[in-house]
């Protein structure tokens, strides 16, 4: 199972970015789906995740500002981003609670992450 992010990239504060995250290989279902993020000299730390059913969650410090959605058929989850700040600047990763089987435990898996920056 592979996690491949994309859309990260330089914006300018008050600015947009939409980011996805696509998993691929050997999956017989995906229960949660989510994003983290680090940003340098921080801890990894929750900005949003969905369930299979569409629940969120978000971090606080997010609330408002971003939307996490996924499309099931396409097993991807989204994350738009607006009105951006510079402290949101930090490596994105997503994971998602991965099934390869029926009767096998979920797995959780990590992307590779997506650098987004926020200038001033």
């Known amino acids: 199972v592979q996690l491949v992010e994309s859309g990260g990239g330089l914006v300018q504060a008050g600015g947009s970015l939409r980011l996805s995250c696509a998993a691929s290989?050997?999956?017989?279902?995906?229960?949660?789906m989510g994003w983290y993020r680090q940003a340098p000299g921080k801890q990894r730390e929750l900005v949003a995740d969905i369930t299979s059913g569409g629940s969120t969650r978000y971090a606080h410090s997010v609330k408002g500002r971003f939307t996490i959605s996924r499309d099931n058929a396409k097993n991807t989850v989204y994350l738009q981003m607006n009105s951006l700040k510079p402290e949101d600047t930090a490596v994105y990763y997503c994971?998602?609670?991965?099934?390869?089987?029926?009767?096998?435990?979920?797995?959780?898996?990590w992307g590779q992450g997506t650098l987004v920056t926020v200038s001033s």
């Open positions: 994971n998602a609670e991965v099934s390869v089987a029926t009767m096998i435990p979920r797995a959780l898996y």
């Open positions: 290989g050997s999956i017989f279902s995906i229960n949660d």
